[in-house]
Every structure is written in C-alpha cells, then in structure tokens.
C-alpha cells in the first residue's frame, strides 16, 4: 500500500484510516495497533518536523513482507534530524517530541535514511496466517 498524504493536521488521521483495513489483514490484533500508533506518530513527526509546506506531500508506504510488515514515511526533505528525545528535553509549548521513542518501543527495528528525500521506517511482527 502507498499513500500521498498532505502537509496538513489531518495527515495522521488519514493515514490511520488507510491503515485500519490493511492491517487487520496482515497483523494480528496487537502489532496491527502498535503499528497504527507508530505509523500515525511518523506521519506527524514528517508533517511536523520536515519544513515542507501545506500543499506538498509526504509518503506512508505499507509493505507485507516475510516475517514481517514494514512502514516508511517519507518526506522531500532531509530527515537526518530524526531521533529519539531524552525524557528531559521537552520541545514545544505542549512537551511532545516522543514520537520516535514510541516508534522504539513498538519496533523490531526502526531507522532513518537521512535523505533527500528523507525516510523514516520500522518493522513490526505478527503476521496472521493471510499476512504469511
């Protein structure tokens, strides 16, 4: 599966949607919502953090594999910048900047192609029966 979505707040809300059908598909019931919640936190992060503006785009691709599902957003700028926050550094008037722990504790393995473009990707277990 892939994806446009806009530079906008309603990014990550279409993104889950997106994935809603799709993963009940191809991960069990856990890693379908862990990977929801990951996902969902790159889409904003890219959206977020990437100095694109509204009108340009950035990309969710969701990809079956062996073992395995694989997510990767990408932006059109670099993404060199991505990485985990200390609990201590708070960004923003809100606090926030945890996307990337939650995607590290979700994770088997996530990482970041500085770009550009710019990616960032994780993979998840849990395939169900259809999804192997």
Do not use: K
């Amino acid at each position: 599966m892939q994806l446009g979505l806009p530079v906008a707040v309603t990014a990550s809300m279409l993104a889950r949607r997106a994935l809603d059908g799709w993963m009940e598909e191809v991960l069990d019931e856990e890693a379908a919502a862990a990977s929801r919640l990951a996902a969902t936190e790159l889409v904003t992060n890219a959206v977020q953090h990437s100095g694109l503006q509204l009108g340009d785009e950035v990309t969710l691709r969701a990809l079956a594999m062996p073992e395995l599902v694989r997510i990767e957003v990408e932006q059109a700028s670099s993404a060199a910048g991505a990485r985990i926050v200390d609990r201590d550094d708070r960004r923003g008037p809100h606090g926030g900047g945890y996307g990337l722990r939650i995607v590290d504790e979700v994770a088997q393995r996530w990482g970041v192609e500085p770009g550009p473009p710019g990616c960032v990707w994780f993979e998840i277990g849990g395939l169900t029966a259809s999804g192997t």
